[in-house]
């Protein structure tokens, strides 16, 4: 068990629609990362939070946002959905920047129909 | 940028034999370095991982990557090669400059162990 919690395992939903996923790190880790798993695209890095604060970002939509709240909690909300938005979606987490590594949780799986 | 490159989206070993999974990287500084599991249907798993210091870095269930500078490379190595030990492998970068430590995965590798 990694500690990083996610919510929820599994979320099926229709095109068009929105929906949030939701993750709780680690106690006492103040990053948070997210990721987004699929067959074609492999694992592609979303965006990073860190105590608050948006930190970096990558391959993340502009259907797509996420927050950080002051309890360290995160989620990503997921707009528009397209049949493409189907994937796995990882959360992440770690104490600080630099070389600590990240502990993922297990994922949400997000099927849109 | 940083990036991996996996060669070998599946490998195939018997049981005992060993296992060589190969990572090459790109970095215009020293990376980080690690390597990652993924079981069924779970998250990654942290295997090991190389910052700074000696170059041979052991991690769980008994793997082993070797850092080498000249030839970019980061393989994750096991000498005898169990049948848990089937899952996907990851190897992922990241930098040593601010804004981050998001970590670059590559592509995976799919490890088969056979009886």
Not at chain 1, 35 to 57: C, H, V
Not at chain 2, 45 to 60: D, E, F, P, S
């Amino acid at each position: 068990d990694s500690g990083v919690t996610q919510t929820p395992k599994h979320l099926i939903t229709a095109t068009g629609q929105r929906v949030t996923l939701r993750c709780s790190p680690r106690s006492g880790d103040l990053s948070v990362y997210w990721y987004q798993q699929s067959l074609d695209q492999g694992l592609q890095f979303l965006i990073q939070y860190y105590n608050g604060e948006e930190r970096a970002k990558g391959n993340i939509l502009e259907r797509f946002s996420a927050q950080q709240f002051p309890d360290l909690h995160s989620e990503l909300n997921l707009s528009s959905l397209e049949l493409g938005d189907s994937a796995l979606y990882f959360c992440a987490s770690s104490p600080r920047e630099g070389s600590s590594p990240l502990h993922f949780g297990n994922g949400t799986r997000l099927t849109v129909t | 940028a940083q990036s991996v490159t996996q060669l070998g989206s599946h490998v195939s070993v018997s049981e005992g034999a060993l296992v060589l999974l190969r990572c090459n990287y790109s970095s215009s500084v020293p990376p980080y370095l690690f390597w990652y599991v993924q079981y069924p249907n779970q998250g990654l798993q942290l295997l090991l991982k190389y910052t700074t210091g000696a170059t041979l870095v052991k991690g769980i269930n008994g793997f082993e990557a070797e850092f080498k500078k000249s030839e970019t490379s980061f393989h994750l190595t096991k000498p005898s090669a169990h049948m848990s030990d089937a899952a996907e492998y990851f190897c992922a970068v990241s930098g040593r400059t601010g804004g981050g430590n998001k970590l670059t995965f590559g592509t995976g590798t799919q490890l088969k162990v056979e009886l």
